[in-house]
């Protein structure tokens, strides 16, 4: 055979093998869908303080391991505490405040029996008045007098009892449904939790990471300072639409993970997100934006797949968050599932090499 006819074997055969690859990628990309776009998320929780001030412990070191309810940092607590006994003086106070509200309504009170006795003597002096004034032994002035006095003692009864009134009013409930004690009570109560705000701990178990804290820093009310990483762990994979044809919630599925190159691991698809990001429309009174290309053939669009790892999957939570994987999708048929694995137990191996 001359070299001329060797050299049209080799491509003969190269054209062939590049068809049968190329319709395998076709048919493959249907039916037995692979994506290198995984990653494992851990949920991060961004820790802020609830109240300002100086930072004076930072109890944790970087890439600690803490659980619920740990001390993070502490916050200089010397101004909560003044606030704290301002408000227990303010309560004390109220307190106060009432007791004389209650002296006062008793001496009124004691003013309006008083003007009640003599009411009514002024009362019977008007009365005797009247029956001489009959008679003609008073004078017309007389009994002008004695009914002067009767009507100012009226009138200061109905002062003391519109005072009495007034203090009753300004005094309030009785005990701790009193609007000033319980007013009062709020401000203890708002003052201790500030206090407490002071320590901060952790809400959750998980692990510090990035923290650039120190001793000395100041700390704003609702400003991020350090996160701690969850040990919950979620692996989700980005697929091309297309790619999803067939596939449903529950489909099988392999993942291999390049921080454990040679291993192949079980999964399912546990969810299948709603929609992305670019998908999303918000009413902001504006026209509507078309997508604009120069390209012939635009990006395929990807949705993510939500996925549970079969059997023993407590590794996840050690891995790091955003370890990347790649993941097969398997259909429902044997053949496909068994082509599957080969596909992905390949790129397994070729993890050792890349």
């Keep these: 055979m001359t070299p001329e006819e060797k050299f049209t074997h080799y491509v003969r055969y190269s054209v062939i093998g590049f068809i049968c690859v190329f319709i395998y990628y076709l048919i493959a990309d249907v039916f037995l869908p692979v994506t290198p776009q995984a990653r494992v998320y851990h949920s991060v929780v961004q820790i802020s303080p609830q109240i300002s001030g100086r930072i004076v412990n930072v109890a944790v070191d970087n890439n600690q391991m803490v659980k619920a309810g740990d001390t993070l940092f502490e916050i200089d607590s010397g101004p909560y505490q003044l606030a704290l006994h301002q408000a227990q003086l303010t309560l004390a106070d109220a307190r106060l405040q009432n007791k ?50 009767y009507e100012v003692s009226k009138a200061n009864q109905a002062a003391l009892e519109a005072q009495l009134s007034e203090a009753v009013l300004a005094r309030g409930d009785k005990g701790e449904d009193n609007l000033a004690i319980r007013h009062a009570l709020n401000q203890v109560s708002q003052a201790e939790l500030n206090l407490s705000y002071t320590k901060v701990s952790a809400l959750s178990d998980g692990v510090v990471t990035n923290l650039q804290l120190l001793d000395g820093a100041y700390a704003t009310a609702g400003q991020p300072l350090l996160a701690v990483v969850s040990k919950k762990a979620d692996l989700v994979a980005d697929f091309r639409e297309k790619s999803l044809m067939n596939m449903h919630k529950n489909s099988l599925a392999r993942v291999v993970f390049d921080s454990r190159p040679g291993e192949v691991y079980e999964a399912k698809i546990s969810s299948i997100e709603a929609g992305v990001s670019s998908g999303q429309l918000s009413a902001n009174g504006l026209l509507s934006t078309t997508e604009t290309s120069t390209r012939w053939v635009r990006d395929a669009q990807r949705q ?5 790892v079969l059997g023993d999957n407590q590794f996840l939570s050690l891995m790091p968050s955003g370890a990347r994987a790649t993941v097969q999708l398997l259909p429902d048929n044997l053949i496909g599932q068994w082509f599957g694995a080969l596909q992905i137990r390949l790129i397994s191996w070729l993890h050792y090499i890349y």
């Excluded at 509200?101 to 004691?110: F, G, L, P, T």
């Excluded at 993510?304 to 549970?308: A, I, K, Y």
């Design 304 to 308: 993510r797949l939500h996925f549970t």
């Design 100 to 149: 004389r509200y209650d002296s006062n309504i008793k001496a009124i009170q004691a003013k309006i029996a008083a003007s009640k006795a003599t009411l009514h003597q002024q009362k019977l002096l008007k009365e005797r008045g009247e029956k001489l004034f009959k008679q003609r032994t008073v004078s017309q002035q007389d009994v002008e007098s004695l009914l002067a006095n």
